[in-house]
């Protein structure tokens, strides 16, 4: 049983109520239909046979073309395009849906992954997002006498060392990708407020100085994936380049991972709810070492970075944002604040990631409440007041060796979502409640949390200032460190 209820991560972050967060239920949502190219080589009318007779074995229906197209030859919203083979222009499967964001199209080609063994994770990054931007498909894989790939929009490449999808790398891999589409925030969905953040304060020059810090630190981790423009990308035609840029909401490309500062935040201890199973007006019921309490849900703010700057080199008096939460009659509803001062010029659309820093933020709010309950002696919550708290995310992973003390890692069993889908930050704020019980629960000090996303990275989230963390997380740029006991 998950620690905060569907209606709470409903009220609390807006995520759909029917959201699926496991594999099962992921399963029996999936609608899938087998979309043909003109022409298929034996090897991929092979795969897609196997495909099939896997997710059957699931519970899953794959519907031919006939059975899953309307009158109007269009298939329905939420059913899962998979497209094998190459298709002309007229026939492209893009041509086939109702709207942009809710249709996931899976492009399956009897070739190679066009990578190469010695690229790095940006020139991987860049192939993949061409390939699909020029294929008009969501995900990609790729199929050989030996092997088959998924490589998705985020840069993770999944390779399996046989020619025939088997159930289990089905249900646990490729089941979790076609579920929830990557769709970027709509502006109507938070409440924008152009040229209000304070940029001339001694708490955002501090602040500044510590992205500044900490960007320079990442400047030469080819594991921090910068971005991938779109204007360089190859399109069939200006329509389908259109079509592209309307599905990322007009950005000038994709950019990855995050560096954000949770502004300081004093919480109130929260309470044990009674038997008579009251609710109180501002809290939020978290089931915790096998008792329920009600958590005070306070305001939130978050210093963050601007979707699209260049992370590794980054101009603080354009590149910061402030996003949060506020309660509402019940509800959140999430704000963007721009810099005071910012050029118009410089464009400032919601993070692909904004609900994940959310829910990191909500979360840190919450664990810093229940432990001033239940470990009164904490220093957590102190700091989260006095200092606020870090949090970095980046596609690849850390060496347990490298992890800071008192921080807890969770989320490797997680089922692989794709970034920015309302999955990733449900499982952002129930791992780090979970985190917490295990920390209570072995008597250790609490100090952050170290999210693992399968086939797609990392999120460290604590105590630690951003710099810090990337001295941690960068040990040859601070070869100090790589001395000291982890």
């Known amino acids: 049983m998950n620690s905060i209820s569907s209606d709470s991560l409903h009220s609390l972050l807006g ?37 099939c007779a896997a997710m059957h074995d699931l519970g899953i229906t794959v519907l031919s073309e006939g059975e899953a197209a309307g009158n109007d030859g269009r298939f329905a919203p939420g059913t899962v395009i998979l497209a094998p083979g190459f298709f002309p222009d007229d026939l492209l499967a893009i041509n086939r849906v109702t709207t942009l964001y809710n249709n996931i199209i899976v492009g399956i080609y009897d070739e190679a992954p066009p990578l190469a063994s010695h690229s790095l994770p940006q020139e991987r990054l860049d192939t993949i997002v061409g390939r699909l931007a020029r294929d008009m498909v969501h995900i990609l894989i790729f199929v050989t006498d030996h092997s088959w790939s998924i490589c998705t929009m985020n ?51 501090a602040v500044a100085e510590d992205f500044l810090e900490c960007s320079a630190l990442w400047s030469s981790n080819a594991c921090l994936l910068t971005h991938t423009s779109t204007g360089g990308l190859e399109y069939r035609s200006n329509f389908y380049k259109r079509i592209v840029a309307r599905y990322l909401d007009q950005r000038s490309g994709m950019s990855y991972g995050f560096f954000a500062r949770q502004l300081p935040i004093s919480v109130q201890p929260a309470i044990v709810q009674k038997e008579s199973g ?70 400032v659309k919601p993070s692909f990631d904004t609900l994940t820093i959310l829910a990191h ?43 800071p003390e008192g921080y807890h890692r969770h989320g490797e069993e997680n089922p692989p979502v794709a970034c920015s889908t309302p999955q ?23 100090r952050g949390d170290v999210h693992i996303e399968p086939s797609h990275g990392t999120n460290i989230v604590g105590v630690l200032s951003l710099a810090e963390t990337a001295r941690l997380m960068n040990p040859a740029r601070t070869p100090e460190l790589l001395h000291q006991e982890p």
């Open 15 to 51: 995520i759909p109520l029917d959201t699926p967060l496991g594999i099962d239920e992921m399963c029996k949502r999936l609608r899938p239909v087998l979309y043909l190219a003109p022409a298929l080589s034996p090897r991929l009318e092979r795969f897609c046979r196997a495909l």
């Open 155 to 205: 840069g993770g490449v999944v390779t399996f060392n046989t020619p025939i999808p088997g159930l289990e790398d089905v249900r646990n891999t490729l089941v979790p990708k076609l579920t929830a589409q990557v769709v970027p925030p709509r502006s109507e969905d938070m409440d924008m407020e152009p040229g209000t953040m304070e940029n001339e304060s001694a708490e955002f020059e």
């Open 278 to 347: 009251e609710e109180k007006e501002g809290m939020v019921p978290v089931r915790v070492q096998g008792q329920t309490l009600l958590v005070p849900v306070p305001q939130l703010r978050v210093i963050t970075t601007r979707s699209g700057c260049k992370k590794n080199h980054l101009e603080t008096r354009n590149d910061l944002l402030e996003i949060g939460l506020v309660q509402r009659n019940g509800r959140g509803r999430a704000y963007l604040k721009t810099p005071m001062g910012c050029p118009p010029e410089i464009v």
């Open 361 to 403: 933020a909500l979360g840190n709010a919450l664990t810093a409440s229940i432990l001033m309950r239940l470990r009164p002696e904490a220093r957590f919550p102190r700091h989260l007041a006095s200092f606020g708290a870090s949090m970095t995310h980046w596609h690849d992973y850390p060496k347990s060796g490298l992890l």
């Open 424 to 446: 990733s930050a449900a499982y952002s704020l129930l791992g780090k409640i979970a985190a917490l019980e295990i920390a209570l629960e072995e008597g250790r000090s609490y």
